[in-house]
C-alpha cells in the first residue's frame, strides 16, 4: 500500500511560504461545509421547481442501462472534448473486445470559427475513419462523446449550454449538437453512421469501468475539465421529458455539471486571491468555479500566480526570476506533476523545468518551497474532488460503489489518486473504490452505442 | 558577484554604402558593415552587434563578394576568431560567460530556439565583385557571378558586406532561375538538414535490407522550424521511390505546423485537393489510378515541378506536441500517429524534453540525430539512458562542399522545393531575431543587404 504523503517538514521550508499558502489548505470543517452546499445545489437541480435557478443543473443523461457484457458487433465512438479528438471503432463480443482509433486535431482556427465549419471537420474525419477500415457499407452505430456542458433532452438530443476548454464556435450554443453531428455527415452522404447516444466524458468513463466492475456507480473525470455523474432512482429525476425515458426502469445517470459550482458566492468561503485571479482572467469570468480550483486547466496557472507572488515577495529566486515565470500560462500544469514525482530531497525535475523557464540559479531551498506550493495546489484540487464524490456516495447511500476515474491530473499526478482515498474516507463513512477507468470517453461511449443499439 | 557589462552601442547605420563599380579598386580602409548575431541565450541580453570594419583585401587566389542575402542564423561558438576586432568578440564571449551562473549550462527557454527556428550557421548569397590578382580568366568564376559560399573555416565571426573567400572551390555559381534569397538558405539550414536526412539514409537502408521484402521503417522528423521544414522536403524527395516502405511524421513543435504541412503537401501535389487533406491525419494520395502510374528515371524528370505531368505523391503524418500536455499523452499520440514506436528520429527541437520524448517514440536498436551543439550539451544527461534503452543518440555534423553542389542543382532544377522565406532589410536583424526565438516567423527569415538582386 502505497503511503499517502505527508505535507513537507523539511526545515527547508519558509515558514513566511508556509504562511502565504495557508489559505489554499482546507480543513475538514470546510471541506464538510462544500460538501452541505453542493449537496443542496444538487437536490435543486435534481428538483423540477428549482433546477432552472440550480448551479449545479444535474442534467438528465437518459442511459438507463449500463453494460452486462453480452454486447456484440461493431460500434463508433466519437470523442469531441478538447483540441484534439478522437474516432474510435470498438467490435465487442461478449467480454472480447477489440479496438481502433486514430486521433485528429482541431486547429484553433475552427475552435473559434463556425460551428458548421466544425462539425464538417468531424464527419470529414469520420468518413476518412470508416473508408479506412473499409466499413462504408455498414451501419454503423456511433456514441458521440461531448465534454462540454450539454442540456440533454433525449438519449440522441443535447443542446450545447455553453463553451468551455477555449472553444467559442459560433452557431452551436442552444443548438442540438447531434442534429448538427448528423447533418454533417448526410451533407456528405458517403458512409452509414447511426448516432445512437450522446453523452459526456464522465459517463462515458463510468460506463467503461462498469463494463468491467459491474459495482461501478459514480463516473469522475479530472483533466482538462472537472465533471462527475452518478446513477440516481429514475424517480428523483424530475426533469427527464415524458416520453423521452422508460419510467419503469429502476435508474437513471445523471451528469451533474459539478464544475459550475461556486457560481452566485457558494464557494466563496474558500476562494483566493489566485482563484479570482484566474476567473477574472479566463474566457468564462464567474462560471465554472468549482472546475477552476480543481482541473488541469488551471492547476498550473494557479501554482504559477502563487509563485509569483512569493518571488515578488523576495521569497524565492532572491526575488528575481525570468519573464516566463511572469508569463500567463507558461506554468504547465504538467509541471506540477513532474515537479511533485521528483523523490524526496531530489530536485532534478524541478531544476529542469526552472531551467526552462529561464530560471537557472535555484537552490535547494527555493526547490523545495516550489515543490511545496506544487504539492497544496494539488492537494487542495484532490480534496475538493473528494468532498464532491463524498456527497455523491452520502447521497447513493450504498456500499462497495466504485468510482471509475479518468482524466490527465488523475492519470498523472503522482499522488492524487491516494490522496483522494484518504479524504473522501475521512469525509464519509461508506466503502467505496476509485478505479481508472480506461479510455472511458471512447470505448464508454461505444458501450453507450451498444446497449443502445440492443435496446432498439 | 558576475560584472555586468553594458550592451555595446549599436550604430545608427541606416544608409548602405554605395556599390563599388567592379572594374574600379577601392581605396584603402574604406568600411563596411559587419552584423553579429549571437547565441541569445535570454531574451534580455544583447546578441545582435552591428559595426563597422575595413573592407577586406582581395586574396591573390581567392574573390571578393558583395553580400546581398543571409540567412537569419546564429555564431557557432568557436575558439578563435579571424577578424581584426578580437576586443569585440572577446567582450561578447565574455558577456556570454558571465550570463552562466551556479554548475548548470546555458539553457535556451525561447520556443523559437527550442523548435530550431534559429540555429548556428552561416548563410551567404551574394555577387563576386572583385577577384584575386594571381587569378586566370579560365578560373571559373568571373565578375558578377551570383553565388553561395560555403562555410569553411576561414569564414569571418558576422555578415560581413564585402566578404572574401580565400579559395575559389568554395563559392557555387547559383543558377539563373533561382533568386539569391533562396540560395542564401542552402549553405546552412538546407545543408545540416540533407547531412542529417542522409546520415539517417545510411541507417534506413541496413534496417530496410535486414527485415527484407515490404518491411516498413518509420522515421520521425521533430520540429517545425527551418531545419525541420528543409529535412521533410528532402526525406520525402529521397525516399520518393520508396514510399511503401519509409513513412514520415512530423512532430509539430507549434501549432500552424499543421497548416505548414499541409502547404507542403499541396504544392507538392499540384493541386489543392481539400477534400482528402486533414489536419493531423494522415494526408491522401492524389487517386488511386494515378498511384499505380510507373515513376519516370530520376533523371527524366521534368525541370520544373508543376508543367510536367509528373506529380510528387509523398503523405506525411503529421502529430502536434502540444506543450501543455502531459508527456505520457503526447507520446501516446505520436505513438498512434507513427503505429507503434519509429525507427529513426531526426530531433531538431534542442531541448532535453524534446530528446527524451523522441527516445521515448523510438524502439530498441534506433537512432536519433541532433544536431551537433545539441549532442554535445545533452549527451552527458542522456548517453546512460540511451545504453539502457539500446538506441544510439548521433550527432549530426554540418554537410560537405559536395552535398552542397548537390542541393543547389536539386533546388534549382526544381526537385526539392525550399520552403517559405520571408526577406527582411538587414537593419532588423535585432527584431528578426527576436520573432524568431518566439517562432512568429514561419519557415525562415532571410536578411537582405542590398534592396535589389
Known amino acids: 500500500m502505497k503511503m499517502t504523503p505527508s505535507l513537507c517538514t523539511s526545515d527547508l521550508l519558509k515558514p513566511e511560504i508556509r504562511d502565504a499558502c495557508k489559505d489554499l489548505i482546507l480543513t475538514d470543517e470546510q471541506l464538510r461545509l462544500v460538501m452541505e452546499r453542493l449537496r443542496h445545489q444538487i437536490d435543486r437541480g435534481l428538483s423540477k421547481q428549482s433546477h432552472e435557478e440550480a448551479i449545479v443543473r444535474c442534467y438528465t443523461t437518459y442511459v438507463q442501462d449500463l453494460p452486462n457484457g453480452t454486447e456484440k458487433g461493431n460500434f463508433l465512438a466519437l470523442d469531441l472534448g478538447g483540441t484534439n479528438f478522437r474516432v474510435l471503432l470498438i467490435t465487442l463480443d461478449g467480454q472480447s473486445f477489440d479496438m481502433k482509433s486514430k486521433i485528429y486535431a482541431i486547429p484553433q482556427s475552427l475552435m473559434l470559427g463556425t460551428g458548421r465549419q466544425l462539425f464538417d471537420h468531424i464527419a470529414q474525419c469520420l468518413a476518412l475513419f470508416v473508408k479506412d477500415l473499409k466499413l462504408e457499407q455498414e451501419v454503423l452505430p456511433l456514441g458521440f462523446t461531448f465534454s462540454f456542458p450539454l442540456s440533454q433532452q433525449g438519449l440522441t438530443k443535447g443542446l450545447l449550454v455553453r463553451w468551455t476548454k477555449g472553444f467559442n464556435c459560433s452557431g452551436v450554443v442552444e443548438q442540438d449538437v447531434v442534429a448538427l453531428l448528423e447533418d454533417a455527415i448526410a451533407r456528405r452522404n458517403d458512409v452509414k453512421i447511426d448516432v445512437c447516444a450522446i453523452l459526456n466524458d464522465t459517463t462515458g468513463t463510468l460506463m467503461s469501468c462498469a463494463w468491467k466492475n459491474k459495482n461501478c456507480r459514480v463516473g469522475l473525470i479530472v483533466g482538462t475539465g472537472s465533471n462527475a455523474c452518478y446513477v440516481e432512482k429514475t424517480e428523483n429525476v424530475e426533469c427527464a421529458i415524458p416520453g423521452q425515458y422508460a419510467a419503469h426502469k429502476p435508474h437513471m445517470l445523471i451528469n451533474t455539471e459539478w464544475g459550475a459550482f461556486g457560481e452566485q458566492g457558494t464557494l466563496d468561503f474558500v476562494l483566493t486571491e489566485f482563484d479570482r485571479d484566474i476567473d477574472e482572467n479566463s474566457i468564462n469570468p464567474s462560471k465554472q468555479l468549482f472546475e477552476k480550483m480543481i482541473s488541469g486547466m488551471y492547476m498550473g496557472e494557479l501554482a504559477r500566480l502563487v509563485l509569483e507572488k512569493l518571488t515578488n515577495n523576495g521569497l524565492l529566486f532572491n526575488g528575481k526570476c525570468s519573464c516566463d515565470l511572469r508569463k500567463r500560462g507558461k506554468f504547465f500544469t504538467k509541471y506540477v506533476s513532474e515537479i511533485e514525482s521528483d523523490p524526496k530531497g531530489k530536485y532534478a525535475n524541478c531544476r529542469e523545468i526552472l531551467a526552462e523557464l529561464g530560471i537557472r540559479n535555484a537552490t535547494d531551498q527555493d526547490c523545495e518551497n516550489v515543490r511545496y506550493v506544487c504539492s497544496v495546489v494539488s492537494r487542495r484540487a484532490a480534496h475538493l474532488a473528494s468532498a464532491g464524490i463524498a456527497t455523491l456516495l452520502v447521497k447513493m447511500g450504498e456500499n462497495n460503489v466504485t468510482v471509475g476515474v479518468d482524466g490527465s491530473v488523475y492519470r498523472f499526478h503522482p499522488h492524487f489518486h491516494d490522496l483522494m482515498v484518504e479524504k473522501i474516507s475521512a469525509l464519509q463513512p461508506y466503502k467505496f473504490d476509485l478505479m481508472l477507468s480506461e479510455d472511458g470517453s471512447g470505448r464508454g461511449a461505444a458501450l453507450v452505442a451498444a446497449v443502445a443499439a440492443q435496446k432498439r | ?453
Open chain 2, 1 to 453: 558577484m558576475p560584472v555586468e557589462l553594458a550592451p555595446l552601442a549599436t550604430p545608427a547605420h541606416k544608409a548602405a554604402p554605395a556599390p563599388y563599380n567592379g572594374s574600379t579598386e577601392p581605396k584603402m580602409n574604406k568600411l563596411c558593415r559587419q552584423l553579429s548575431i549571437e547565441s541569445p541565450s535570454l531574451g534580455g541580453r544583447e546578441c545582435v552587434f552591428s559595426f563597422d570594419v575595413p573592407v577586406p583585401e582581395v586574396p591573390t587566389r581567392g574573390a571578393r563578394i558583395r553580400v546581398v542575402c543571409a540567412g537569419a542564423c546564429y555564431h557557432p561558438k568557436r575558439s578563435g576568431s579571424l577578424t581584426s576586432l578580437n576586443s569585440v568578440s572577446s567582450a561578447s564571449s565574455l558577456a556570454t560567460d558571465v550570463s552562466v551562473e551556479g554548475d548548470f549550462p546555458s539553457m535556451l527557454p525561447h520556443h523559437g530556439m527550442r523548435d530550431a527556428a534559429l540555429f548556428p550557421g552561416y548563410e551567404v548569397a551574394g555577387v563576386v565583385e572583385s577577384l584575386g590578382s594571381e587569378l586566370t580568366e579560365d578560373c571559373g568564376v568571373k565578375l558578377g557571378d551570383r553565388v553561395i559560399m560555403y562555410p569553411y573555416e576561414g569564414i569571418p565571426n558576422g555578415y560581413v558586406e564585402y566578404l572574401v573567400v580565400h579559395d575559389l572551390k568554395y563559392l557555387i555559381k547559383v543558377p539563373d532561375n533561382m533568386p539569391l534569397s533562396v540560395a542564401a538558405m542552402l549553405p546552412a539550414g538546407a545543408l545540416l538538414a540533407m547531412n542529417t536526412v542522409h546520415a539517417a539514409h545510411e541507417l534506413v537502408q541496413s534496417l530496410l535490407e535486414e527485415r527484407g521484402d515490404n518491411s516498413v521503417c518509420k522515421i520521425l522528423i521533430v520540429g517545425t522550424g527551418g531545419l525541420a521544414l528543409w529535412a521533410l522536403r528532402i526525406a520525402a524527395y529521397q525516399y520518393s521511390n520508396m514510399k511503401d516502405r519509409v513513412t514520415i511524421t512530423i512532430a509539430s513543435l507549434k501549432d500552424d505546423g499543421l497548416m505548414m504541412a499541409q502547404e507542403f503537401q499541396r504544392r507538392l501535389s499540384g493541386v489543392w485537393m481539400s477534400r482528402n487533406l486533414h489536419n493531423g491525419r494522415k494526408f491522401t494520395r492524389v487517386s488511386e489510378g494515378l498511384r499505380r502510374k510507373e515513376l519516370p528515371d530520376r533523371q527524366l524528370r521534368p525541370l520544373h515541378l508543376f508543367t510536367g505531368s509528373w506529380y510528387f505523391d509523398y503523405s506525411v503524418n503529421v502529430v502536434q506536441w502540444s506543450e501543455d500536455l502531459y508527456e505520457k499523452q503526447l507520446i501516446e499520440r505520436t505513438m498512434d500517429s507513427c503505429g507503434g514506436q519509429v525507427d529513426v528520429v531526426i530531433d531538431f527541437g534542442t531541448t532535453s524534453r524534446s530528446l527524451h520524448r523522441s527516445m521515448q517514440c523510438l524502439g530498441k536498436g534506433g537512432v536519433v540525430f541532433v544536431i551537433k551543439e545539441v549532442a554535445d550539451r545533452l549527451l552527458p544527461k542522456f548517453s546512460r539512458r540511451a545504453e539502457e534503452r539500446q538506441q544510439k543518440i548521433q550527432p549530426v555534423e554540418p554537410g560537405s562542399l559536395e552535398q552542397l553542389r548537390e542541393l543547389v542543382q536539386l533546388v534549382g532544377s526544381g526537385e526539392i522545393e525550399p520552403p517559405p522565406h520571408t526577406v527582411y532589410p538587414a537593419e532588423d536583424a535585432l527584431d528578426v531575431v527576436q520573432k524568431l526565438c518566439h517562432s512568429e516567423i514561419q519557415g525562415r527569415a532571410i536578411l537582405r543587404f542590398y534592396p535589389a538582386d
